[in-house]
């Protein structure tokens, strides 16, 4: 796992930093490059008022590898979200940027 120039991860939950080691090694396994894109920095949804669960530590974004990388893989980039899905269980929420950059993740317990 690589943080790509710039990321912070001060009062990251120890709930994301799980999901981050999770899907690495899904990406390890595919034998694709992980690099985490965005954590508590960046400009997110919620604007200036700071409201995406970004900035309080339990969300962040990889980036999905080029598509050279994903030949080599044999896989696609929606067959790698289904993995993580798989792999993160149900408190956790993933999605797929439209432009296909990047996947968000975030972590949303279920309440008893």
Do not use: W
Not at 36 to 60: A, Q
Not at 84 to 97: P, Q
């Amino acid at each position: 796992m690589i943080l790509n120039p710039g990321v912070r991860v001060v009062g990251l939950k120890p709930e994301i930093l799980l999901a981050m080691l999770i899907i690495d090694g899904v990406y390890r396994d595919l034998k694709l490059p992980c690099f985490i894109k965005s954590v508590v920095d960046g400009n997110h949804s919620g604007g200036e008022f700071h409201t995406s669960s970004h900035y309080s530590g339990t969300s962040f974004d990889v980036v999905i590898p080029a598509a050279i990388e994903f030949a080599s893989a044999a896989t696609t980039p929606d067959e790698l979200l289904a993995k993580i899905k798989l792999h993160l269980g149900t408190e956790y929420f993933t999605s797929m940027n439209a432009s296909a950059s990047h996947i968000h993740i975030s972590y949303m317990p279920q309440q008893p």
